[in-house]
């Protein structure tokens, strides 16, 4: 059985749930407070992308204790992005490393597909042969933390294995909202010399992309690639070997695993792995209030489509709350109705539908107002105050780092849904 700690995870949790049902594989999801109660059972803990900082805070001392006393006695664990974070030094300390900081925002703003080298390791699957160009793999990331890669040899390096490296742009790059396809090396030089920004991500040059090693009698692998993203053949296959080695994945299964399609989530029609069970009606509404709102917000070119599970954001918009949220509702209308299920929902839909309510008239305004302010700020800067703007988003939406305000007091109404 693979287990999923969900606690912080939000659209990411989604989406690996999205790609385990479409291959077949069983998993369950845990709450940080089941496992420090509990420990961990079964084979693998997969710890999707999300907050490391919030994880490690809701796992508390007793919850990263039970990890890694299941690690230690022959357990695996999978850390993706926050989950990889989670996993090191600061954190449950499955791995010496630590993350590395980033004093330049930029470089963090990194999303779309990056060119890797992989190495020959038991936790890869055999080479399929040149791929991308010059023999790199094509592997997503989507504003990935980084590795601090101490002196090989050293102490604090350990037994670490390097699986794959950073080597090149994808060509569906961004930095923030702009694809670094539509930037030649020229203008990239040219804006270093003369504005001193770096656009270039700095991760391109050979930064650890995988990392692996044992943890007494157990594995880890840390990836601050999305193995799991549907529609990524590379990183599809990496993540369908690795469940299969790890025996939590048959062969069947890890080869629908190996190529999962891409999971348009607003396409209700051709939905097979979350078709819509659960036709309550303030969840119907909240759905077509939100996907107005989605509506509004790329007619004022905030947001732009990625693929059919994301929406990419101009810099500043809290695009990731808005995705998450969208996910989040999405899912819920593909549950089935269980007795629990319903129950719960008796208790809680006068209260979302009313918080919805006023998270849709905010959100609006916000979204206006943020067009607004783009459009004056040559000619009348300061016209609307910033420090306004900033607090409005924070009522609505939390910090830019996690979710919160309104927005995240929704998403946890409807993960709630999971669990019942």
């Given at each position: 059985m693979l287990n999923i700690l969900w606690n912080a995870s939000h659209l990411w949790g989604y989406v690996i749930l999205y790609a385990l049902r479409s291959a077949g594989v069983p998993c369950r999801v845990l709450k940080a407070s089941e496992i420090a109660q509990d420990g961990v059972s079964g084979k693998v803990l997969f710890v999707p992308g999300g907050g490391a900082r919030a994880k490690a805070a809701a796992l508390g001392a007793a919850g990263m204790a039970a990890v890694r006393?299941?690690?230690?006695?022959?357990?695996?664990?999978?850390?993706?992005?926050?989950g990889?974070?989670?996993?090191?030094?600061?954190?449950?300390?499955?791995?010496?490393w630590r993350r590395a900081g980033m004093s330049d925002r930029l470089q963090h703003l990194v999303s779309g597909h990056v060119l890797c080298s992989l190495e020959q390791d038991?936790?890869?699957?055999?080479?399929?042969?040149?791929?991308?160009?010059?023999?790199?793999?094509?592997?997503?990331?989507?504003?990935?933390?980084?590795?601090?890669?101490?002196?090989?040899?050293s102490r604090e390096y350990g037994d670490v294995r390097v699986l794959a490296r950073y080597r090149a742009p994808g060509p569906d790059l961004h930095v923030a909202d702009l694809p670094l396809s539509l930037l030649p090396e020229e203008v990239l030089a040219e804006w270093r010399t003369l504005y001193g920004v770096s656009f270039r991500p700095s991760?391109?040059?050979?930064?650890?992309?995988?990392?692996?090693?044992?943890?007494?009698?157990?594995?880890?692998?840390?990836?601050?690639?999305?193995?799991?993203?549907p529609d990524s053949p590379e990183a599809g296959r990496c993540f369908a070997h690795l469940l299969?080695?790890?025996g939590v994945a048959d062969a069947a299964a890890a080869e629908r695993l190996s190529s999962v399609s891409a999971w348009n989530l607003t396409d209700f029609h051709n939905e097979s792995v979350w078709p819509v069970r659960w036709e309550e009606p303030e969840l119907l509404e909240a759905w077509g209030i939100l996907k107005e709102l989605f509506e509004l917000a790329q007619e004022l070119g905030l947001l732009f489509p990625r693929s059919g599970w994301l929406m990419g954001w101009r810099s500043g918009v809290p695009g990731a709350q808005l995705n998450g949220l969208r996910a989040a509702l999405r899912v819920?209308?593909?549950?089935?109705?269980?007795?629990?299920?319903?129950?719960?929902?008796?208790?809680?839909?006068?209260?979302?539908?009313?918080?919805?309510?006023?998270?849709?008239?905010?959100?609006?305004?916000w979204l206006l107002a943020r067009r607004l302010a783009d459009t004056l700020a040559d000619s009348l800067p300061g016209?609307?105050?910033?420090?306004?703007?900033?607090?409005?988003?924070?009522?609505?939406?939390?910090?830019?780092?996690?979710?919160?305000?309104?927005?995240g007091e929704l998403q946890n109404s409807l993960e709630e849904l999971l669990f019942a």
């Open positions: 006393s299941f690690v230690e006695k022959g357990g695996h664990y999978l850390g993706i992005c926050g990889a974070g989670l996993a090191l030094s600061s954190g449950i300390g499955l791995s010496p038991p936790l890869l699957p055999p080479s399929s042969g040149p791929d991308g160009k010059d023999g790199l793999v094509p592997l997503p990331v989507w504003w990935p933390g980084r590795f601090e890669e101490p002196e090989k040899g991760l391109l040059d050979g930064s650890p992309c995988m990392t692996a090693g044992n943890f007494g009698r157990g594995e880890w692998l840390l990836s601050y690639s999305h193995l799991e993203t299969k080695l790890w819920a209308l593909g549950q089935e109705p269980s007795r629990r299920r319903l129950a719960l929902w008796r208790e809680e839909a006068s209260s979302f539908a009313a918080k919805f309510g006023l998270f849709a008239q905010g959100a609006r305004s016209m609307l105050p910033k420090a306004l703007l900033a607090d409005q988003k924070t009522l609505l939406f939390g910090s830019p780092m996690s979710s919160g305000g309104l927005c």
